[in-house]
């Protein structure tokens, strides 16, 4: 057909229109709601795809919907799931460590060069923490999370596909600043978890995210070793949405926490979190100690095992990431057993003392005997563990409408402290050794007890025993199903109590669960939609 027919088609097209438009009134139907075509929302091109994408991520399944007189209870089903999402998108890190070897021929480059990879993304990752995270107190979790994963997952495929290193690594950096899913995932825990579970709740989420480490080194390295190291990244497109499906239908839709406060108002109150909660500051230092042990201690190991008098190949050396499977199912045990029924000092000092003697072990006789190394990687895992859920557990109730704040700041340390450690294990090694670095390690955990002393269990201040030495925690010894109607009341409280936004300074919530907007509640629970 040619151009003129089409013109004199579409003219007498608009005519006809014209004609209709004259005859006939629109129902009422076709006034009130837009329908949703191919096209887009009401026949506008320009509304498509982002139009329907958004629909999707934002309708809320009936049974996902947030109720006010019947709140989503935090069932043990659902707290795997988070920490098996935690697992699968944690992994997106490290997935290219046992690569780097292959990748450098595969894009025809040094090693050296390829050593940027997962550079680039820890430095992705940290400006995800920084700038990402804490929206998790001002926007709904349940699309935040949604999309994240969405994001991430797609990202996965450009990787699959793409032939140029330059593109590979940009990509890569993309996609982990938005791998924060399992920061977002933790105060949502917190907030949801009863009382006395709460440290539980926490420590599945964060056993999730140490499976994703080592699972991520292990099964891309079985992969590479019998296919395409790219099927690593075919099979991470896949699993991340499958776990995006499976979210999508049993995620909870939760009210916001600080409706209407202002993205840079919320960046700038962190630092004045942390003039306010020695709590806070305390957790942080310590949690900068252990990590830079942590890293210290596992970037310094592979120099002990390929040298004398081991001298063991890289495979081999991988495999030792395996002692840190004890470790990882048994914390959430002990959280159960312990760190919720005492006061969080008992645990952070239990995994302090853990620490300590792991690394004495390791570092006094990791050159005789192979025995020591694997000795303190499974009690120093199983010690840094215990203080990380003991850390979050104490941060998570100093300021409940700001957890994600809160965890900002504390990851923020972290992260420094994983720098440091890994700075500070290699120059020292390359000076005096094994037994120079580990020593190092000594100094770094018993700088972190040292903090925990100066300040006791009960003290409000900055420094000080004030308030006893009382180390049971005073929660009911009721279930989960025992203080969810306490929670269901103080929700119902906040919901009708909640007029004006106000600053997390400027609010006293409840420690079990932070308060939820009027607004908020009213529209997830009559339209199940999530706003912007």
């Given amino acids: 057909m040619g151009i003129s027919n089409d013109s004199n088609d579409n003219s007498h097209s608009h005519s006809a229109a014209a004609n209709n438009q004259d005859a006939t009134a629109p129902s009422p139907e076709s006034q009130v709601v837009p329908e949703v075509s191919a096209k887009g929302i009401d026949g506008k ?4 795809i982002m139009s329907r994408i958004w629909y999707i991520v934002t309708w809320v399944p009936p049974a996902c919907r947030y109720d006010p007189e019947n709140p989503p209870k935090l069932t043990l089903a659902l707290n795997i799931l988070f920490g098996i999402a935690c697992t699968f998108t944690v992994a997106n890190l490290y997935y290219s460590h046992p690569l780097l070897n292959i990748m450098a021929i595969s894009f025809d480059i040094t090693q050296e060069r390829a050593s940027t990879i997962p550079t680039v993304a820890q430095a992705g990752y940290a400006a995800g923490l920084l700038f990402l995270c804490p929206m998790g107190d001002i926007v709904k979790r349940r699309p935040f999370v949604l999309l ?14 793409t032939k140029s290193f330059e593109a590979f690594v940009a990509l890569n950096c993309i996609m982990s600043v938005t791998t924060v899913t399992p920061q977002i995932m933790l105060p949502l825990v917190s907030q949801l978890a009863a009382p006395n579970r709460r440290a539980t709740a926490i420590a599945i989420v964060v ?17 590479a070793n019998y296919s395409s190291w790219r099927n690593v990244y075919w099979m991470s497109f896949a699993l991340q949405y499958v776990i995006l499906v499976l979210l999508w239908f049993c995620m909870p839709d939760y009210p916001q926490t600080n409706k209407g406060m202002n993205y840079f108002r919320m960046l700038f109150s962190i630092l004045g979190l942390i003039v306010k909660h020695p709590q806070l500051v305390q957790s942080c230092l310590i949690g900068f100690f252990v990590s830079s042990t942590f890293t210290s201690f596992w970037t310094t190991l592979t120099f002990l095992l390929s040298g004398d008098p081991y001298n063991y190949s890289t495979v081999v050396i991988g495999l030792f990431a395996l002692a840190g499977i004890v470790p990882m199912l048994s914390g959430p045990f002990f959280a159960n057993r312990f760190t ?8 952070v000092l239990i995994g302090q003392i853990f620490c300590l003697i792991g690394i004495a072990i390791g570092t006094y006789t990791g050159k005789i005997t192979v025995a020591g190394p694997i000795i303190q990687a499974i009690i120093f895992d199983f010690g840094q563990q215990i203080s990380q859920v003991a850390n979050r557990t ?23 402290g994983q720098l440091m450690g890994t700075a500070a294990g290699n120059d020292l090694y390359a000076r005096g050794g094994w037994i120079l670095s580990g020593s190092a390690n000594i100094g770094f955990i018993g700088a ?3 903090i925990l002393l100066l300040r006791g269990p009960k003290e409000t201040r900055w420094l000080g025993w004030r308030g006893g030495i009382d180390l049971r925690n005073k929660h009911d010894e009721d279930g989960d199903d025992s203080a969810q109607p306490q929670r269901q009341n103080e ?12 600053s997390p300074s400027e609010n006293t919530v409840s420690p079990q669960q932070g308060d939820f907007e009027k607004g908020d509640v009213q529209q997830s629970a009559t339209a199940g939609r999530v706003s912007e």
């Fill in 45 to 48: 091109p320009t509304a498509g």
């Fill in 148 to 161: 994240l994963m969405a994001f991430t997952a797609t990202i996965s495929l450009g990787l699959c596909l």
């Fill in 207 to 223: 056993s999730g995210l140490l499976l994703g480490i080592l699972i991520a080194r292990l099964l891309s390295g079985i992969i």
């Fill in 340 to 347: 919720d029924k005492f006061h969080t000092h008992v645990s």
């Fill in 394 to 416: 104490a941060i998570y109730g100093v300021e409940p409408k700001a957890a994600s704040r809160v965890n900002t700041a504390y990851m923020v340390s972290v992260f420094c």
């Fill in 448 to 450: 972190g007890m040292v």
């Fill in 491 to 502: 929700s119902r409280g906040a919901v009708q109590a909640e007029g004006t936004d106000s």
